[in-house]
């Protein structure tokens, strides 16, 4: 009998999908093999901005807290709004050696902001776990005769472009912010973005620029030391930690900005690594001490899944870009 006869051909997409599936049950074994040894070396994790802002403080908790085998290097990397650094990672090796903590801005805003971006912010990225949020802080050189949002309206409203409020960087949740007030109040007032907060402040204090939407975590002790004055916060409701100091929503009803910290990593990074980071994210953000120091910063643990973490970024993309194609804003 010639077996020959009764040879046949499998159609090519059939074909395609048997090599895939044997390529994929190939691969497990080597997959979950890396996710039990990972990691195999430090772990950077990178911060967008400069040092003393929320997403520099989170990164410094973790990587004094965790626990992973190795230890956990904060690198900062500022620019561009946090593009440089995020962008860093989305082209770095994707096996769990090479994080970011992303925010509103690196991870909602800048798509919407800038003209062309150097990375995707939700095809560079494996999600892990939201970390935390906070309010913004609106707060005012203590020289400007304001002391409430319906002040600075009407300030405003009496001196057109002659204030001017910064920002820690184009596309920053401190940013829009202050757009998104502009845009609600029908007042105008000139954006100064600097290279990172540490650098806005000291011209808050001195005067050079008169107002910042800053991050609660970073603004808030300089306003209890009296250095400059909290006139409001952005979330819809007072957080605990300045439970005296009012919502702008209390003066514009809508008004809502909250800022938000997420770890990512590369894309295609094994899902048992992201897993397994995730579980020590949770683990971190839980721990007593760190909760109480999150609680008097007005830092909110979020602690999601990698998959809801998708869902609320995706919705954040959304929600910004209707907020910058209102506000005309632009990477200048």
Request: net charge positive; glycine share 8%; charged share 15%.
């Amino acid at each position: 009998m010639n077996p020959s006869r009764f040879s046949f051909s499998l159609p090519s997409a059939a074909r395609r999908s048997i090599l895939i599936a044997a390529a994929a049950l190939i691969a497990l074994p080597s997959t979950a093999a890396y996710a039990q040894s990972y990691p195999t070396k430090p772990i950077k994790l990178v911060v967008t901005f400069p040092t003393g802002g929320a997403p520099d403080i989170l990164s410094r908790i973790f990587s004094e807290k965790a626990q992973l085998g190795q230890q956990v290097l904060v690198d900062n990397k500022p620019g561009a709004g946090g593009n440089i650094g995020a962008d860093f990672v989305a082209k770095s090796a994707p096996d769990g050696h090479t994080l970011v903590m992303g925010t509103v801005g690196t991870h909602s805003i800048n798509g919407a902001l800038y003209e062309k971006m150097p990375y995707d912010m939700v095809k560079g990225f494996a999600p892990i776990a939201l970390v935390a949020s906070a309010p913004n802080l609106l707060v005012v050189n203590n020289d400007l005769p304001v002391k409430s949002v319906a002040d600075l309206i009407a300030y405003l409203k009496a001196n057109p472009n002659k204030l001017s409020f910064g920002s820690p960087g184009i596309g920053s949740s401190v940013h829009v912010s202050g757009e998104l007030f502009k845009s609600m109040t029908g007042t105008s007032m000139t954006h100064v973005p600097y290279k990172g907060r540490q650098f806005a402040i000291p011209d808050l204090v001195g005067g050079s620029i008169q107002l910042m939407f800053d991050n609660m975590p970073s603004a808030l002790p300089m306003a209890r030391e009296g250095k400059i004055r909290a006139i409001a916060q952005t979330t819809a409701k007072r957080s605990a930690a300045a439970a005296d100091v009012p919502t702008v929503a209390e003066t514009i009803p809508g008004f809502e900005a909250t800022t938000w910290f997420a770890m990512f990593a590369p894309a295609g990074t094994p899902r048992p690594v992201v897993d397994r980071l995730q579980a020590e994210v949770v683990r971190v953000f839980q721990l007593p001490d760190v909760q109480e120091k999150l609680k008097t910063l007005g830092l909110e643990p979020i602690l999601s899944t990698p998959d809801e973490l998708a869902r609320y970024q995706a919705s954040e993309i959304v929600k910004w870009a209707k907020v910058v194609k209102e506000s005309g804003a632009k990477a200048e």
